[in-house]
Antibody
């Protein structure tokens, strides 16, 4: 069974750093791109970027380029999303999802990680 | 950048009724690259339709997708209680951003 399990909710202060994770299982982790999607409170879905764990090739949405870093450790089948200096506007639910290129869509999703940034 | 617009913003219907949701793109989108998702409160999105008209694994046949070019439609033939949710369209393009989502249509109980 394909599963993406994300790390737990985080509460941080502005200016702090953060790295959240997404662990894949039940499939070949290095053979599928993993994407990250932001959902701000009460809002829609925003695509942030994707990474291919096989070689760490990464593509970012222009809206998020330079604001976050996406990485992966294929040895432990885990993808990451990190911030070096959080802002209150980073408060959101963050989902990882597996990209199936043949479908041009995200076929499996993590449960989401809620990030709250507040002073 | 391709912008997706969804209408209506909210659709109020009763169980058993037919739901028709629209997704319009600012430029032509290959049908192969248009997907639909369902999101219920407190849950992650779920892939419903890919390639504009193909149902994802396990999706009931009351869900169907159609369209081409700039106009796409998701139809739910007879609404079941579990279908009341928010629906998003998503496209893949060759230039950044590679993926964009529409703003969503909420289907709620009348």
């Amino acid at each position: 069974e394909v599963q993406l399990v994300q790390s737990g909710a985080e509460v941080k202060k502005p200016g702090e750093s953060l790295k959240i994770s997404c662990k894949g299982s039940g499939y070949s982790f290095t053979s599928y791109w993993i994407g990250w999607v932001r959902q701000m409170p009460g809002k829609g879905l925003e695509w942030m970027g994707i990474i291919y764990p096989g070689d760490s090739d990464t593509r970012y949405s222009p809206s998020f380029q330079g604001q976050v870093t996406i990485s992966a450790d294929k040895s432990i089948s885990t993808a990451y999303l990190q911030w070096s200096s959080l802002k209150a506007s980073d408060t959101a639910m963050y989902y990882c999802a597996r990209l199936e290129w043949e479908l041009s869509g995200f076929d499996y999703w993590g449960q989401g990680t809620l990030v709250t940034v507040s002073s | 950048e391709i912008v997706l617009t969804q209408s209506p913003g909210t659709l109020s219907l009763s169980p058993g009724e037919r739901a028709t949701l629209s997704c319009r793109a600012s430029q032509s989108v290959s049908s192969s690259y248009l997907a639909w998702y369902q999101q219920k409160p407190g849950q992650a999105p779920r892939l419903l339709i890919y390639g504009a008209s193909s149902r994802a694994t396990g999706i009931p046949d009351r869900f169907s997708g159609s369209g081409s070019g700039t106009d796409f439609t998701l139809t739910i033939s007879r609404l079941e209680p579990e279908d009341f949710a928010v629906y998003y369209c998503q496209q893949y393009g060759s230039s950044p951003p590679l993926f964009t989502f529409g703003p969503g249509t909420k289907v709620d109980i009348k």
